[in-house]
Each structure stands twice: as structure tokens, then as C-alpha cells.
């Protein structure tokens, strides 16, 4: 096709020529290069069919749901069950005076803090004396240790409240194979040290009066000095001033920091 036939396209057909041209032009180059088409459109038509081919044969893998087995735990070894239904042996502590053996045992009752933990004496395995720690002030009951020398065996019993600052603070002595409950102070005190202030021979106990609900961070505004009585026990004998407010060292295993 001549050039003038085509130009005449283009102006008697306007755009719609112009597209007419392009289109022939567009042909004659595929006429052209032929044999490059053919060998593109069955590259492609190959691609396609191996495209469809692999899809067919895929395996479709079927999700299988999360199969949770309950597993039970595991039991609880028998030497730690608890056995509430009765009354429960928390802590122990054996003294050897002489030839007797005491031995104190420290029982949380199943009823819990409302009854009130005890502690019970045995010299040679017979009970002697059973204490509640409602007697001495308390809910619950701890060992201390008296941190001094003395000429007898002293047990230390610490009472505590369910919550809150240590309640009382009780010792008990051995004498001539007889337990004496000497005295009870009130939990913080610190103390005992010994002075003789009499000079009677025997030395006074001496404890710091120490309140925590009363005095807090200002210390004691006194000590308070027992005397040791002919039956075994300490009765107050009288207050001394205590001007700079100082803490005695704590002699009953409490650990304050005094």
C-alpha cells in the first residue's frame, strides 16, 4: 500500500484512520517476523500446559485437627500431704539436763490460728506441762534461743500474732528436774543482760521496755530490772531511766535489729 493511500486514510477517517494505519503497520510486522511469533506463542502455549499439569497433580494435603490429651498431674509424694483432719507436729527441741531428757514439741492444731497453737513438755517421754500460745499472748508459737549463760536450762518460747509485731517473749527453765516458768516480756524487749545492783549476790535480769505500737524508732524510756525469786521465777523489781533511749542487744534469738 502506497503512502499517499494511507495518508488518505488518516484524513477522510480522522482518529479512526490513524488506528487503521497503526494496525496495518502492526500486521505487516508480524507478517514480517513470523517464524519469531510462532516459536514465542509455543513457548508459552508449553508453559501453560506443564502450569495446568503440575497443578493436577498436586496432592492436596487435608489438614488434620490438634488432637490435646489431658494429662493428669502428677501426684503428690507422700511425704509431703498435709493431713488437716488432725492436729499437725510443726517444730521440736530436746534438752539433756542430767540424766533427763526433755524434749518440747510445738503442735498447730486443725482448727488453726482461731484454737490457738500449743506446745507441749516431755521430760523422759511423759508430758509434764502443756502450754497454749493464747496463754502467752499470742496465736502462734516459735523457738527462740537464750543467747547467755545461765546456771540452768533455759527454753525460749516466742509468741506471735497472725500478723503484726512479735507478741511475748516466755522462758522457762529446768531446776532440780522441774520446769518453772520464769517470765514472759513483751516481744521486742531487748535483752537480758545482767547487773548486780543489789549486790545481794545474784544478779538482776535487766530488759530495755521496749514497745513497737508505743515507742517505734524513739527506743525505750527505760529498763526494766527483774529479780530472780526463791522458786525460780523473775518478778520486776523496779524501772531505771533510760535518757538516751538505747536498745539492748536482743539475748532471746529473736533477730532484732536493736
Excluded at 507478517?31 to 513457548?43: A, H, K, M, P, Y
Excluded at 530436746?94 to 482461731?114: A, C, N, S, T
Excluded at 534461743?145 to 536450762?153: G, I
Excluded at 523489781?237 to 534469738?253: E, Q, T
Amino acid at each position: 500500500m502506497t503512502p499517499s493511500r494511507l495518508r488518505s486514510w488518516m484524513q477522510k477517517y480522522g482518529n479512526v484512520g490513524v488506528l487503521m494505519v497503526a494496525g496495518y503497520f502492526g500486521l505487516l510486522y508480524l507478517w514480517r517476523e513470523r517464524l519469531r511469533v510462532t516459536l514465542i506463542g509455543l513457548t508459552l502455549m508449553g508453559l501453560g500446559f506443564s502450569l495446568l499439569i503440575a497443578q493436577k497433580s498436586h496432592r492436596r494435603v487435608v489438614a488434620t485437627p490438634l488432637v490435646i490429651t489431658p494429662v493428669a498431674p502428677a501426684p503428690a509424694a507422700k511425704g509431703d500431704e498435709v493431713d488437716w483432719s488432725k492436729d499437725r507436729l510443726e517444730d521440736t527441741k530436746e534438752i539433756r539436763d542430767g540424766r533427763d531428757l526433755w524434749r518440747v514439741e510445738i503442735w498447730w492444731p486443725k482448727g488453726g490460728l482461731e484454737v490457738g497453737v500449743y506446745a507441749k513438755f516431755y521430760k523422759n517421754g511423759q508430758l509434764v506441762r502443756k502450754v497454749s500460745a493464747h496463754e502467752l499472748r499470742g496465736d502462734g508459737l516459735l523457738f527462740g534461743e537464750a543467747e547467755f549463760k545461765s546456771r540452768y536450762s533455759i527454753i525460749v518460747l516466742l509468741a506471735e500474732p497472725g500478723l503484726g509485731h512479735m507478741s511475748s517473749a516466755t522462758l522457762f527453765s529446768i531446776r532440780q528436774g522441774k520446769l518453772i516458768q520464769m517470765v514472759t516480756v513483751n516481744g521486742e524487749m531487748g535483752g537480758p543482760i545482767f547487773r548486780n545492783y543489789d549486790n545481794a549476790g545474784l544478779p538482776e535480769w535487766v530488759f530495755d521496755d521496749f514497745y513497737w505500737y508505743e515507742h517505734r524508732e524513739a527506743g525505750p524510756k527505760s529498763y526494766l530490772v527483774f529479780k530472780e525469786q526463791k522458786d525460780g521465777t523473775l518478778k520486776l523489781w523496779k524501772h531505771l531511766p533510760n535518757p538516751k533511749r538505747l536498745h539492748l542487744p536482743d539475748k532471746l534469738g529473736r533477730g532484732l535489729e536493736n
